[in-house]
């Protein structure tokens, strides 16, 4: 403990580091709260309080992650940067970051996309705050400035590389290389020369005639970057929790909802269908009963049973009466919703039109 207090004093203290550590340990504090905080509400602890919804209204943390770096920024100006105001308003200001940040999805998007996959977005720029600013508390500068450096033409050469190299990079699709790039000089220069990701701009422009290149990205993508991919998403699932499968507002649940329109739809028609069918095979059965027995009277030899008695209906019309009593399923053709149905007649009824006489 010693040793560490001591560290402190020397490496935080002393070269007054001080209000940037106490912003980053802030930053970290509020984003891992408010995370473990939203995921209790997600699960429905009751133990635990709920979102807050003045009457009705639901505010985001993001609200108060504005006022908290309100007051650290304004504090700082207004106590000119003395101690130990610096101090506390620097943990207030790092505060107002990790509540800011975790919803910059939402601020991206301008929609509630917290728990859907867009709002991964939120933990990468959250991760690359605190990376960022824990690079700078260790001692790296943004593009390689080295205050104490006397070689202006070396020092001016070195940004200017280090800056074209970070812009190929993230042109290339490689944002978290990039990025951090730009406060370690070899490492954006690493990836502005290897092959760029297949759906980055850069492929687009540079390979697009280069069918040998952009097939050797496609297989160093399988192989590579999607493997590194299913990392970070399982470390993301275990920092922020998993996302929603299927979102209310994602395309794929409109897409899902449409389906299952079409089906009922489709039901629906075939349900109506069959039950027109059914109505026109009994129709066309009495029609052909009643047709039978008014015939039966003129009928010579055959039109009476052996006893004497009237031909009932026909075998054809018993059978389909049958059918319809037992329930048996038929299968009719279902035409698509929207085009206009135009109902046929019997096959077995004969038109008619009546005759004008002039």
């Not at 701009?201 to 970057?225: I, S």
């Amino acid at each position: 403990m010693t040793t560490l207090l001591d560290g402190y004093r020397e490496h935080i203290v002393a070269a007054h580091k001080q209000p940037l550590f106490l912003l980053l340990v802030g930053f970290i504090t509020s984003f891992v709260c408010i995370r473990f905080s939203v995921r209790m509400i997600r699960a429905e602890v009751r133990w635990w309080f709920g979102n807050v919804t003045p009457g009705g209204l639901h505010i985001h943390h993001m609200v108060f992650g504005l006022g908290f770096l309100l007051v650290g920024g304004v504090g700082v100006f207004a106590t000119y940067g003395g101690h130990p105001w610096i101090d506390w308003f620097g943990l207030v200001f790092g505060i107002g970051c990790g509540l800011v940040l975790d919803e910059f999805a939402l601020i991206l998007h301008l929609d509630d996309v917290y728990w859907s996959e867009q709002g991964r977005k939120s933990v990468d720029a959250v991760i690359f705050g605190i990376l960022f600013t824990a690079l700078l508390l260790v001692g790296y500068v943004p593009l390689g400035v080295v205050p104490s450096q006397e070689t202006r033409w070396g020092l001016i050469t070195v940004i200017s590389v280090n800056a074209l190299a970070s812009v190929i990079t993230l042109i290339k699709g490689k944002m978290w290389t990039g990025l951090l790039g730009i406060m370690v000089p070899g490492l954006s220069w690493i990836g502005a020369i290897r092959l760029a990701r297949p759906s980055s701009p850069w492929a687009r422009w540079r390979y697009a005639t280069r069918p040998r290149r952009r097939a050797r990205a496609l297989r160093r993508e399988r192989l590579l970057h999607r493997r590194a991919d299913r990392a970070r998403t399982w470390l993301f699932d275990l920092i922020a929790g998993a996302p929603d499968k299927v979102p209310a507002n994602h395309p794929a649940a409109h897409r899902v909802a449409e389906r299952m329109s079409a089906r009922a739809t489709a039901h629906l028609d075939a349900h109506a269908a069959r039950a027109l069918a059914r109505r026109q095979a009994r129709l066309a059965d009495r029609r052909s009963a009643a047709a039978a027995a008014g015939a039966a009277p003129v009928a010579v030899g055959g039109a009476y049973g052996a006893g004497g008695s009237v031909a009932g209906p026909s075998l054809g019309a018993q059978q389909r009466r049958r059918a319809i009593r037992a329930g048996r399923n038929r299968t009719y053709a279902v035409r698509p919703t929207g085009v206009e149905h135009r109902s046929g007649r019997h096959p077995h009824l004969r038109p008619h039109t009546r005759r004008i006489h002039r």
